[in-house]
Structures are given as C-alpha cells and as structure tokens.
C-alpha cells in the first residue's frame, strides 16, 4: 500500500475531479474512453498517459518526488506517462489511491489495455467485459485463470524480435488484467469446461507449474466460478483444435466466440449462437462434475509433489 502524506490528499482529491472536468470523457458501458484527437482517434494508452501526467502535475510532483512517494522507478512512472508501457492493474489501484481519484485510472486502463489485442479481438473484450453470464471451453489453461508467471511462460514463445521482452510483459499484463472480471460487481457468473490436456503439459518451471495448479484449485472454490474438467476418457470431442466462449448481456442478447488454428470468429446470429450453446452443452455433459473436477486438480497437484 502506498503512504499518502494527509496535507496533500485534499488537494489531490481536487485536481482528480478536475481532470474528468477537463478530459471531457465519459467511459462507455464497454470502457471505451478514447477521443478524437485532430480527427483520428487518441488511442486509450495515450488517454492514460496523458491523465497520469495531469494528476501529477496538478499535485504538484516531480517524476522524481512521484517515484519517491510510490516506490515505483522514476523511468517506469515516465514510461507510463509518454504512454510506451502499459502497467498492471494494480498500479493503477494504487496511483488511484495515491491521487484520490475514485477508480479514474482503472477506468483509463481497461481501456488501453485494449492496444495489447488484435483489432479482431477488442469487440470481443469489449462484449466480454459487460457480459453477466460466461461460459468457457478451453483445451489449455485459459487466460483467466492464468498466473502470472504461466501467462508468460505462453506467451514468451511466440516472440522472436528485439523487444520481445517487453511486447511479452505488455501482454502478461494485458492477460492478467481480463482477471479483473471476475472480481468486479456485480461479479459475472462464469462456466469454465477445461480439456484434461491442460493439467497434463506443465509449465517449463516446477514452481510455475505448481502455483498454477494451485491457483486452479482456489478458483474452483470462488462462488462465481464453476470449473469441471474434460477428461481424456471422454473420448474425442468436437472442440478439441480452438476454444469457445458464450457470452450474456444483462438484456439477455449473446454471442459466441470461436478461436483455433490461427483463427477467431466473433458470432451474433441468433440461430448460430443457439448451436454453440448446444454445442457446448454437449461438452458439459461429458464433463466431470464441480466436486469430483475438484477432486482431480487435487490429485494432479498431489502428482505434481509426488
């Protein structure tokens, strides 16, 4: 937790309300908070950059006394300004905390987090992000249920460039930010069918392997969150090659989500929703119950130690 000097917190409690005054934005029910900017559209990481700055500056700190207040290096803090890094989410609690903002930077945030995804998949973040019913098949252990250091052992294969690291950190902290979903209110009521596949490829590191596995056994206690394992004795199945996703509205519309392969479709007709849903329902039947798909990621964690 980050230390507030009392002499300040009114004053940045001001300048928090005048930055929504002057930033003239209202956040969408999908947290679309950029603006045009002369006629092309500011990206949501430059929004947050620029209101980081505002709040700093109407404190009247320097990067250097910001850094010093937080705990947070002074060249992270200017990254996050000029908008080159995207942080985790919970720098952004905190630098809200700080500035006596209310949740502004969250807000911000969750937009710019956006910039780390294809433009394929923001419509899809975004619908993801309002629904209040989830209902997940994955053949691997999915995004959101990831620990950190799994996330980046995933993602760090796939890049090959210079930047590599950071395009991989920017990602990680992306991925772990679609986890705020589950902890927001009113919390989505979330289905989860896992492949066994996913509990039998470990992470490269013993310990990585064994918090994930852990973590899995936490979330499948969450009253929100219903996981049930796919086991390998259910024979093949017809989802084994991508993943799929059913999400509700509060007015009751859906859409499904298909990826595998390379590819992701984002569906809404009505009808192909249905036989998703149906699809999926198929899935569930052969899936093993919540208290026995307990009882399996326990016994795999046993196998783990063992």
């Known amino acids: 937790m980050i230390t507030v000097r009392a002499s300040i917190v009114t004053a940045l409690a001001y300048a928090a309300e005048e930055v929504r005054c002057c930033l003239g934005r209202q956040a969408t029910g999908r947290g679309?908070?950029?603006?045009?900017v002369d006629g092309e559209r500011e990206s949501g990481r430059a929004v947050l950059g620029r209101t980081l700055k505002f709040l700093r500056e109407k404190a009247g700190k320097s990067l250097g006394q910001l850094a010093d207040d937080t705990g947070y290096d002074k060249s992270y803090l200017?990254?996050?300004?000029s908008g080159d890094?995207?942080?985790?989410?919970t720098v952004m609690e905190d630098l809200d905390g700080y500035y006596g903002a209310g949740d502004l930077l969250v807000?911000?945030?969750?937009?710019?987090?956006?910039?780390?995804?294809k433009d394929q998949y923001k419509e899809y973040m975004g619908l993801e992000a309002t629904a209040r019913i989830m209902w997940l098949f994955s053949p691997g252990i999915p995004g959101l249920l990831?620990?950190?250091?799994?996330?980046?052992?995933?993602?760090?294969?796939a890049q090959t460039t210079a930047d590599g690291d950071e395009v991989v950190e920017e990602q990680v902290a992306a991925r772990l930010g679609r986890q705020y979903l589950?902890?927001?209110?009113?919390?989505p009521e979330v289905r989860i069918v896992m492949d066994e596949f996913a509990l039998r490829r470990p992470a490269a590191r013993g310990k990585a392997w064994?918090?994930?596995l852990l973590h899995l056994e936490t979330a499948a206690l969450w009253?929100?969150?219903?996981?049930?394992?796919?086991?390998?004795s259910a024979g093949a199945h017809h989802h084994m090659t991508g993943s799929l996703t059913l999400l509700w509205q509060r007015d009751g519309s859906a859409v499904a989500y298909k990826e595998g392969n390379g590819c992701s479709r984002l569906i809404e007709d009505p009808d192909e929703v249905l036989r998703q849903r149906l699809s999926y329902d198929r899935l569930r039947d052969l899936a093993q119950s919540p208290s026995d798909s307990r009882t399996f990621i326990r016994d795999v964690v046993e196998e783990h130690r063992s």
Do not use: C, I, Y
């Open 146 to 157: 990831q620990t950190e250091e799994f996330a980046r052992g995933v993602l760090s294969g």
């Open 78 to 81: 200017s990254r996050l300004e």
């Open 182 to 187: 589950l902890r927001q209110k009113p919390e």
């Open 210 to 212: 064994r918090d994930q």
């Open 223 to 232: 009253p929100n969150v219903t996981l049930q394992v796919l086991p390998f």
């Open 32 to 36: 679309d908070v950029a603006e045009d």
């Open 107 to 117: 807000r911000h945030w969750r937009a710019a987090r956006l910039d780390a995804f």
């Open 85 to 89: 890094r995207l942080s985790k989410v």
